[in-house]
C-alpha cells in the first residue's frame, strides 16, 4: 500500500462522452483514482470498458469529438484537462500497447525518440543522443548507438518495446502512462519486459499508471487496483486485497472464472453494452446474478468499504449464488 | 539499396524486350502501306515495289523482326519512312519539348495533388475535404482536349495573358540548344527572357495535362493521410508530444505520400497519353504530336522508335519511382531483396 | 504583359548591331513537307521548297498558271517530238556562288531519276538516265523514248540541284538523299538555315541577293521568314487572328472565313484554283459496275447545298474531271445536278438490272479533313432518302492509297481533291481514267473503257494542244457520261493573312507561296 | 440493400448513382426523349449552326442537326462503349490476375510481365495505333481500348489474390482439400468482386474520355454517328462563336464521366467500411 503522500496523478469525477451516428456514447462516467510518487497503479476492464480512453484523456489525445463535461485531471496538482496545458504534460511519459505498430516505420527508431527528447527540452542534439545512449543501456537494447541507426523493422518486438520505454523515459518522466505494453509479446518476452518496468519504477521512483485486463499482470507488478466496468469504476483498492478478496460483483465473478489468470469474461454470461446504449442505475445490472430493482433505478455511488478500497455496490456482501462460481 | 536498384533495373528488362516485340507486331500489321507513302502522289506500282524491295519491307515478317531487334541493340532505329531522316535523330529533337512538358506537369501535379490532399485530410469531412473530392474528382473527368481549347480561348484569346500555342515566341527564338529543355537552355545561356517566355508558353499545356494528375494525387494522399492517421504510431507521437505541424507534414506525410509515389509512376503513362491530344491542340512540338504523324502517315520506323522510347522513359520513371520508394520505406528496399 | 512585351522588344532593339534593321520576320504557318529534298517527294508542301529555295527550267507563273522560261532562256524540241533540248540563261548561280552549268542540271534530272521518287514519276515511262546529256555548259539535252506530250508541262517539277554541295554528302549511293532531307543545295530566292530546321516543326529561310533574277522586280523584298507550320486547324486560324503567324495554309475552313475577314489585321485571299474536290466510285465492285446506279449516286449529292450553303459559296461546281478554267473541257459541258426523284428513278433500273444496292456502301473520309467528312455526312443522309445505306468510314491518305493498290481493298467511296501538280489535261483525267494507271490513287475508280484508253493515249503522244484538245473533250464527255465519279467543285484557294504582307500573288501550282513577290508592311 | 443505403447515405455518391441512373434512362430511351431522332443521320444544311432556342434548346451543329437530340442519342453510345470495353477488359484481365495471383513460379512472372508490357507502352499510343489496325472506326478503338485496359483489372486481381491466397480460409479450404479452381472461383473471385467492381466503375469513367480523345482525333467513332467526343472535335473551327457547339457535348462527357467516378468512390466506401476514403 502507497505512503499517503501527494498523488502524482489525480484523476477526480471524470466524464468522457463522444457523439457517434448513434447517438451520444458515454465512454467515461464520475472515474476517479490517484497515483502517488513511486506508486504501479493498475487499471483492470475488458474491451470497451474506457481504459483507452482513460489513458487518452490523461495524455491529452482524446479522440476528435470527444469532450469531458466533467471532472479534472491533476498531474502534480495541475490540471492538464484545457488545452494549455501541453507544458505541464511534459513530464508525463507514455508506453504504448503494441511496439509493432507503434514506431513509424519509415524513420529510424533513434531519430524518432530524439523527436520526442527534442520537444520536450530543447537542446544539442549530441546531449540528447549521448542521454539516449545512457536510455537505450538501461533498457538493455545491445550496441545501442548503432540501435539509433536502425530502423523499427529491424528490432524485434521485445527490442521495440524496450526502445518505447526508453522513449518514455526520456522525458525524465514523473509519471508514466503504460496501456497494455505487453499484450502483443510472447509470454517469455512479457515476463522480461515486466521485470524491466518494475525495476525501472523502483530505481526511479516513477509513478505509473499501468492500464490492462490482465489480472495476472496487475498482481505481479501493480500496489494499487482500480477495476473498470462499462465507464464507471467498480472496485478500487491496493492489489494483494481486492485480488485475494474482491467485493464488487463484476469482479469476484471475473476473477473467479479465471482463478489464477483472469483474462477475460468469457464465464460471465451477457456482453458488456454498447456505450450508446447504457443501462440506467448499475451498468452492470443485467449481468449481475445479485441484482434487484433498485440496482436499475439509480447509479450506486463508490463507497469506501475500509482499508482503501471503495465499491460501487450497495450489495457488495451479499454471497453470490454458487452456480455461478463454480 | 545498390543492390536494390540494380534488381529494379534489371527486372526492367524484359519488360522492354516484350515491348520491342508487342510494338514491332503490332505496328507491322498496320494496313498503312509505308512503301506507297514514300514512293508520293505520282509514284507508279513498280516503283512502290522498288522501294518496298530497298527499305526490306519485302522480306518475312521474323526476318523483319530480326533485323529490327538487332538495329535496336545498336541504338539503331533506322530512317524514317516518310522523312528519310534517321529517327533517333528526329525523336532527340522531340524528345525534350515532350519531358519537359510532362515533367512540370508531374511537377505541378505532385505539389499541388499532394499539397491539397494533405489539407482535405487535415479537414476530414469538412469542407475543405468536401470541395477537394469535388475538385479531384471533377478533374479526372474533364475532357483534356476540351478543357485544352477553353484555355485557350479564355487565356490566349480573350484576355491575352498567354501565348496560344508553341514553346517560344518566333522573333525571340528558342534558346542556344545543350539540353533541349528550353528552360534549362535558356538559363544556361543567362537569358531571362528566353526563360520567361519559355515558362509562359509552358502553362497553359502544362496545366491542362497536370490536371488528372493532379486529382489522382489529391486522392492518394488524401486517403493515405487518413489512413496513415489511424495508425498506432501517429496516436503514440501525439501522446509522446510530436508538435501539430510537423506530425502532418512530415511524419505522417512520408508515411501516407508511399502509395502516392507509385502513382506517380503509373502516372506518367497517362501523361504521355495525354500529351497527344495536348501537344496537338497546342502546337508543342514533341513525340506525341510525333506519333500521331507516324501513325496517319504510317511510318513504322518512326512509330517503333516512339514506343521504345516512351517504353524506357516509363521504365526509367518506374525504377526512379522504385528507388524513391526505397528512399522514403526502408522496409521496401529490405524485404525485395 | 503588353508593356512586358514591349519592354522586350525594346530591348531586343538596342541588343541589335545598329543599322541592322528592325523588321519582324515573315512567320509562315503553312505546312513543312516531309523532307526538304525536292526530289524525295511531291505533294502541295514541297512547293514551299521548290518555288522558294530551289528553280526549274520552266516555272508556272500566274493564275491561270503560264509556262514561262525560268533558268532556261529558249528550248527546242526536234520535229519528231523526241529530243528536247534547253539553253540556260546567263549568270545564275546557286547559293555556294558557283554558276550552273548544263551539267549541273542534267545532274539533277539524273539524281531524280535514279533515286525514282516523287516527281520521278512523269518522266520514268519515257525518260532513261544515261539519255539526259549536257553538249555544253550552257546546253542540257533530253532524248524521249517516245513522245511525250505533257514533257514541257511536267518540267517545272524538277528542281536544280547543286552537285558540288551533294557530292560531297552521298553515302552508300544514296544520291545525297539523307543528307539533302535536311539541307540546301539550291539557287532559289531563298536559302535554307540548316541550323533552324526541324522536321515539321520550324525552319528559317533567309534571302539570297545573288537570286539570277535579281531583286529589281520587289524594292522591299523580305529578309527572313520563320516557317512556322500550325498542326492544328482551329490554332492555326487563332494564331493567325494574334498576329502569331502571318499566313496559314491555303485550306481556310470557310466558316472562318468571315470570322478571318471581320479581324482588323488580318485577311483571306480567295483564289481560283485548279484543284478539283472529287467523290470516288470504285467502279469495278457492285453495284458501282452498274451505270444507272453510278448516275442514281451522282444524283443524288446536294452540289448546291454543299458548295453554296456549307462551304458559303466560296468554291466553284466543277461537273466533270478537269478543272474548269483549263483547255481540253468541252464547251457547255453539263454536270449532274441533284434530283432525288431522278435519283430514285435511275435506283430503280439499277436495282432492276440486279445491282445491290441495298447493300451496305462505305465511304472512307480523311479524317483530319473536316470537308471530307462534312460532304460524306450530307450525302449519307440524303442517300437515306433513296433507300441507300452510307457508311461514313473514318481513314487517312497513306491508310487510302495504300489500299487502291487492288480493286478488292479499294473502299466502296471515298473522297479527295485532285491538285495541280502540271497545268495539262494529264494531271486530272489522263491519269485518272486510262486504265494503264490503275494501282495508283488517281486511277482509284477503277474505270475502263477501251474508247476512253485509246483517247487519252492519243492525246499523250500528241505534241499538238491544238489537236490534243479534241481527244480531252471526247473522253470527258464520255467519262461523264458514264458518270464514273462524282466530281463536286473547283477549289477557290482560302489563304488567311495579315494585312502587313503584302504582294502576295497566286498560281494554283504552289498555291501562292512564292515568298520573292512579297514584302510587309510595318 | 445494406450497401445500397449506405451508398446513399454519402450525398456524393448519392449524386454518382442518381448521374449514371439518370444517363442509363437517357440512353434506354433516347430514341423517344429526343426531339429529332432522326439526326443522328439527317442533316438539314439549311439550318445550320443556329444558337440555342425554343425550337432547338442547345442550338443546332454544322450540318444543323439538333444538339440537345444528338447529346441525347450519344448517351447510348458512350455507355455501350464504356460497358462493353471494361467488360472485354475484365474478361482478359481478371483471368490472368487470378492465376498470376494464385501460381508461384515462371507462370505468373511470365502473366505478370506480360501485363507490365502492356502497361509501359502508352495507352493512346497503342490505342491509336491498333485502331489502324483493322480501319479506324468505333470497333476497332474499343477492341484497342479493352486491349489497353485490362491490365488495370489483372493487376488488381493479382494484389487481391495475393493477399487471400495467404488467408486462414484460404488454408482452411486447401486443407480440406478443395481443388485451386474452386478455390479461386468460388471464394477468392467473390471477395475480390468489390475491387473489381470499384475498378470498373472507375475504369468507365477512363473509358468514356478515351474513347472521346480518340474520336476527337479522328479514329473512334465515326460521323455521323452522334459521338460526343466527335461533336466537340467536329466544333473546334467553329468556336468561340458557335460556344453551344462544343459546351453540350463537353459537359455531357464531364458529367457521365463525374457521375461513374463519384459513384465508384462511393462504392469504395462501401466496399471498405473501415475508413471512408477515396482512393483513384
Excluded at chain 3, 531524280?112 to 518522266?123: N, S, T
Aim: glycine fraction near 8%; hydrophobic fraction near 50%.
Amino acid at each position: 500500500m502507497a505512503e499517503p503522500a501527494p498523488p502524482t496523478l489525480e484523476v477526480s469525477g471524470l466524464a468522457v462522452e463522444i457523439a457517434t451516428d448513434n447517438g451520444l456514447a458515454r465512454i467515461l462516467d464520475d472515474v476517479a483514482l490517484a497515483v502517488a510518487p513511486g506508486e504501479i497503479a493498475g487499471v483492470v476492464g475488458e474491451s470497451g470498458c474506457g481504459k483507452s480512453t482513460l489513458v487518452r484523456a490523461v495524455l491529452g489525445i482524446l479522440p476528435r469529438g470527444a469532450r469531458v463535461p466533467r471532472g479534472a485531471v491533476l498531474f502534480q496538482g495541475a490540471d492538464i484537462l484545457g488545452d494549455g496545458a501541453a507544458a505541464a504534460r511534459g513530464r508525463i511519459g507514455f508506453i504504448p500497447q503494441d511496439p509493432y505498430l507503434s514506431l513509424n516505420p519509415v524513420f529510424r527508431a533513434g531519430d524518432q525518440i530524439l523527436e520526442i527528447m527534442r520537444r520536450h527540452a530543447p537542446g544539442r542534439r549530441a546531449d540528447h543522443v549521448r542521454r539516449l545512449v545512457d536510455l537505450l543501456r538501461a533498457v538493455q537494447i545491445p550496441e545501442p548507438e548503432a540501435a539509433l541507426a536502425r530502423y523499427p523493422h529491424q528490432f524485434s518486438g521485445g527490442q521495440r518495446q524496450r526502445l518505447l520505454i526508453a522513449a518514455a523515459l526520456s522525458c525524465d518522466p514523473a509519471l508514466v502512462v503504460a496501456d497494455e505494453p505487453t499484450t502483443a509479446l510472447d509470454v517469455t518476452t512479457q515476463r522480461e519486459i515486466l521485470a524491466l518496468l518494475a525495476r525501472l519504477a523502483r530505481e526511479r521512483g516513477l509513478a505509473m499508471l499501468f492500464v490492462t485486463h490482465d489480472f495476472g499482470v496487475v498482481a505481479g507488478l501493480c500496489d494499487s487496483v482500480t477495476v473498470l466496468y462499462a465507464g464507471r469504476v467498480a472496485e478500487a483498492g491496493p492489489v494483494r486485497a481486492v485480488l485475494d478478496e474482491p467485493r464488487h460483483p463484476y469482479a469476484r465473478l471475473l476473477l473467479a472464472c479465471h482463478p489464477d489468470r483472469a483474462t477475460d469474461l468469457a464465464g460471465i454470461p451477457g456482453t458488456v453494452p454498447p456505450a450508446t446504449r447504457q443501462p440506467a442505475g448499475c451498468r452492470f445490472h443485467p449481468r449481475c446474478p445479485i441484482a434487484v430493482a433498485d440496482c436499475a433505478a439509480a447509479v450506486p455511488p463508490p463507497v469506501a468499504i475500509g482499508g482503501g478500497r471503495r465499491v460501487a455496490c450497495p450489495r457488495h456482501d451479499m454471497a453470490l449464488p454458487v452456480a455461478e462460481l463454480a | 539499396m545498390a543492390a536494390y536498384v540494380l534488381r529494379r533495373i534489371l527486372l526492367a528488362l524484359p519488360a522492354l524486350f516484350g515491348l520491342v516485340v508487342l510494338s514491332f507486331v503490332l505496328v507491322r500489321i498496320v494496313p498503312g502501306d509505308p512503301a506507297a507513302t514514300l514512293a508520293g502522289d505520282a509514284a507508279t506500282p513498280q516503283q512502290v515495289e522498288e522501294i518496298r524491295a530497298r527499305y526490306g519491307l519485302d522480306r518475312p515478317l521474323a526476318e523483319q523482326l530480326l533485323v529490327h531487334l538487332r538495329q535496336v541493340m545498336t541504338g539503331d532505329f533506322g530512317r524514317s519512312v516518310f522523312s528519310d531522316r534517321p529517327v533517333a535523330e528526329e525523336i532527340g529533337q522531340r524528345l525534350p519539348a515532350t519531358l519537359e512538358l510532362t515533367f512540370c506537369a508531374l511537377a505541378m501535379a505532385t505539389v499541388f495533388g499532394v499539397g491539397l490532399g494533405l489539407a482535405a485530410a487535415l479537414d476530414h469531412n469538412g469542407p475543405v475535404d468536401h470541395l477537394v473530392r469535388l475538385l479531384s474528382v471533377a478533374g479526372l473527368a474533364v475532357a483534356s482536349f476540351w478543357l485544352a481549347i477553353l484555355l485557350q480561348l479564355l487565356f490566349a484569346m480573350d484576355l491575352d495573358l498567354l501565348p496560344l500555342r508553341g514553346r517560344i515566341d518566333v522573333e525571340l527564338g528558342p534558346p542556344a540548344e545543350r539540353t533541349g529543355f528550353f528552360l534549362v537552355d535558356a538559363l544556361l545561356e543567362g537569358r531571362r527572357d528566353r526563360f520567361v517566355d519559355a515558362l509562359r508558353h509552358l502553362v497553359l499545356p502544362a496545366v491542362t495535362l497536370a490536371l488528372p494528375g493532379l486529382a489522382t494525387i489529391a486522392r492518394f494522399t488524401r486517403s493515405g493521410v487518413l489512413e496513415t492517421l489511424q495508425k498506432d504510431f501517429v496516436l503514440y507521437a501525439r501522446a509522446a508530444g510530436y508538435g501539430r505541424f510537423r506530425l502532418a507534414a512530415i511524419y505522417v506525410l512520408r508515411n501516407a505520400v508511399t502509395a502516392t509515389v507509385t502513382q506517380v509512376g503509373l502516372l506518367f503513362g497517362a501523361l504521355i497519353s495525354g500529351a497527344v491530344a495536348v501537344e496537338a491542340i497546342f502546337d508543342w512540338p514533341g513525340i506525341g504530336t510525333y506519333a500521331v504523324r507516324a501513325i496517319l502517315s504510317a511510318d513504322y520506323k518512326a512509330l517503333l522508335a516512339v514506343t521504345l522510347v516512351v517504353g524506357v522513359v516509363y521504365a526509367v520513371v518506374n525504377v526512379l519511382v522504385d528507388v524513391a520508394q526505397g528512399l522514403i520505406d526502408p522496409r521496401v528496399a529490405d524485404t525485395s531483396e | 504583359m503588353k508593356s512586358l512585351r514591349a519592354a522586350l522588344a525594346a530591348a531586343l532593339l538596342l541588343a541589335l548591331p545598329a543599322g541592322a534593321e528592325a523588321q519582324r520576320p515573315l512567320v509562315w504557318g503553312d505546312n513543312l513537307p516531309s523532307s526538304l529534298d525536292p526530289h524525295a517527294l511531291f505533294d502541295v508542301p514541297s512547293q514551299l521548297i521548290l518555288l522558294n529555295v530551289y528553280d526549274g527550267l520552266y516555272r508556272y507563273v500566274g493564275n491561270p498558271p503560264k509556262l514561262e522560261p525560268w533558268l532556261a532562256a529558249s528550248h527546242k524540241v526536234s520535229t519528231d517530238g523526241l529530243t528536247w533540248e534547253f539553253t540556260l540563261k546567263d549568270g545564275a548561280k546557286f547559293h555556294d556562288g558557283s554558276a550552273i552549268t548544263g551539267a549541273d542540271v542534267a545532274y539533277s534530272f539524273k539524281r531524280l531519276l535514279g533515286m525514282g521518287k516523287g516527281p520521278a514519276g512523269a518522266f520514268r515511262p519515257v525518260l532513261k538516265s544515261e539519255n539526259v546529256t549536257a553538249p555544253d555548259a550552257r546546253t542540257v539535252r533530253f532524248v524521249l523514248d517516245k513522245p511525250y506530250a505533257p514533257f514541257l508541262a511536267a518540267m517545272p517539277l524538277v528542281a536544280v540541284v547543286n552537285p558540288r554541295a551533294i557530292e560531297p554528302n552521298v553515302k552508300d549511293g544514296d544520291f545525297g538523299a539523307a543528307w539533302l532531307s535536311g539541307a540546301d543545295a539550291g539557287s532559289g530566292a531563298y536559302r535554307i538555315d540548316p541550323a533552324s530546321y526541324k522536321p515539321r516543326q520550324s525552319l528559317d529561310l533567309q534571302r539570297f541577293a545573288d537570286h539570277f533574277l535579281g531583286w529589281s522586280y520587289n524594292a522591299r523584298p523580305i529578309q527572313d521568314v520563320r516557317v512556322r507550320p500550325v498542326i492544328e486547324t482551329s490554332t492555326r486560324v487563332l494564331a493567325l487572328l494574334r498576329g502569331e503567324i502571318d499566313a496559314t495554309d491555303g485550306y481556310l475552313p470557310t466558316d472562318q472565313v468571315e470570322r478571318v475577314e471581320k479581324n482588323a489585321s488580318t485577311r483571306v485571299a480567295k483564289d481560283e484554283s485548279m484543284r478539283v474536290f472529287i467523290i470516288r466510285m470504285n467502279n469495278r465492285k457492285p453495284p458501282f459496275d452498274n451505270v444507272d446506279a453510278r448516275r442514281c449516286f451522282a444524283t443524288a449529292f446536294n452540289y448546291k447545298g454543299f458548295n453554296e450553303v456549307i462551304l458559303k459559296g466560296l468554291v466553284i461546281r466543277n461537273p466533270g474531271p478537269n478543272p474548269n478554267g483549263l483547255w481540253g473541257n468541252p464547251a457547255g459541258l453539263r454536270g449532274y445536278e441533284f434530283d432525288l426523284a431522278k435519283a430514285k428513278a435511275h435506283c430503280d433500273k439499277a436495282r432492276a438490272a440486279g445491282a445491290p444496292l441495298n447493300r451496305e456502301v462505305e465511304i472512307h473520309v480523311q479524317s483530319e479533313l473536316e470537308q471530307t467528312v462534312q460532304a460524306a455526312q450530307m450525302f449519307q443522309s440524303d442517300l437515306r432518302k433513296v433507300g441507300i445505306n452510307l457508311k461514313v468510314v473514318p481513314n487517312t491518305w497513306p491508310g487510302i492509297t495504300g489500299a487502291t493498290a487492288r480493286p478488292e481493298t479499294t473502299p466502296d467511296m471515298w473522297v479527295h481533291w485532285v491538285s495541280t501538280y502540271f497545268v495539262d489535261p494529264e494531271n486530272w483525267i489522263g491519269q485518272m481514267y486510262d486504265s494503264q494507271f490503275h494501282g495508283t490513287w488517281k486511277a482509284s475508280s477503277w474505270y475502263t473503257n477501251p474508247k476512253v484508253d485509246a483517247l487519252l493515249r492519243q492525246a499523250r503522244d500528241e505534241p499538238d494542244q491544238a489537236r490534243r484538245a479534241p481527244l480531252y473533250e471526247e473522253a470527258t464527255r464520255i467519262v461523264v457520261d458514264e458518270s464514273a465519279d462524282i466530281w463536286v467543285y473547283n477549289t477557290v484557294n482560302l489563304r488567311g493573312l495579315t494585312k502587313r504582307v503584302q504582294g502576295y500573288q497566286f498560281s494554283p501550282v504552289g498555291s501562292g507561296g512564292e515568298l520573292r513577290l512579297m514584302s510587309l508592311a510595318n | 440493400m445494406i450497401a445500397l443505403r449506405r451508398l446513399l447515405r454519402d450525398p456524393v455518391a448519392a449524386l454518382g448513382l442518381a448521374i449514371v441512373l439518370f444517363a442509363l434512362v437517357v440512353a434506354v430511351f433516347a430514341p423517344w426523349l429526343a426531339p429529332y431522332p432522326e439526326d443522328a443521320f439527317e442533316s438539314h444544311i439549311i439550318q445550320r449552326l443556329r444558337p440555342p432556342s425554343a425550337e432547338f434548346p442547345f442550338g443546332t451543329d454544322a450540318l444543323g442537326r439538333d444538339i440537345l437530340s444528338r447529346v441525347i442519342l450519344g448517351t447510348r453510345g458512350a455507355l455501350v462503349v464504356a460497358v462493353s470495353v471494361v467488360l472485354a477488359a475484365a474478361l482478359i484481365g481478371v483471368p490472368i490476375g487470378l492465376v498470376a495471383g494464385w501460381r508461384e513460379g515462371w507462370l505468373s512472372d511470365l502473366l505478370m510481365r506480360v501485363t507490365d508490357v502492356f502497361l509501359a507502352v502508352p495507352q493512346l499510343i497503342l490505342a491509336l495505333a491498333l485502331s489502324q489496325l483493322m480501319r479506324p472506326g468505333l470497333g476497332t478503338a474499343m477492341v484497342a481500348l479493352a486491349l489497353t485496359y485490362w491490365p488495370f483489372f489483372a493487376r488488381t486481381v493479382y494484389a487481391e489474390t495475393r493477399r487471400l491466397r495467404v488467408s486462414l480460409f484460404v488454408d482452411a479450404l486447401a486443407a480440406i482439400g478443395m481443388p485451386p479452381r474452386r478455390i479461386l472461383l468460388a471464394h477468392i473471385l467473390p471477395n475480390a468482386a468489390p475491387a473489381i467492381i470499384v475498378r470498373a466503375t472507375i475504369g468507365m469513367g477512363f473509358t468514356i474520355l478515351t474513347a472521346a480523345t480518340l474520336g476527337f482525333l479522328g479514329v473512334g467513332a465515326a460521323p455521323p454517328d452522334p459521338d460526343w467526343g466527335l461533336a466537340v472535335a467536329e466544333s473546334r473551327q467553329h468556336l468561340p462563336e458557335a460556344w453551344w457547339f462544343s459546351t453540350f457535348p463537353g459537359l455531357a462527357i464531364l458529367l457521365l464521366v463525374l457521375g461513374l467516378n463519384l459513384l465508384g468512390d462511393g462504392l469504395r466506401d462501401v466496399a471498405d467500411p473501415r475508413l471512408r476514403r477515396s482512393r483513384g
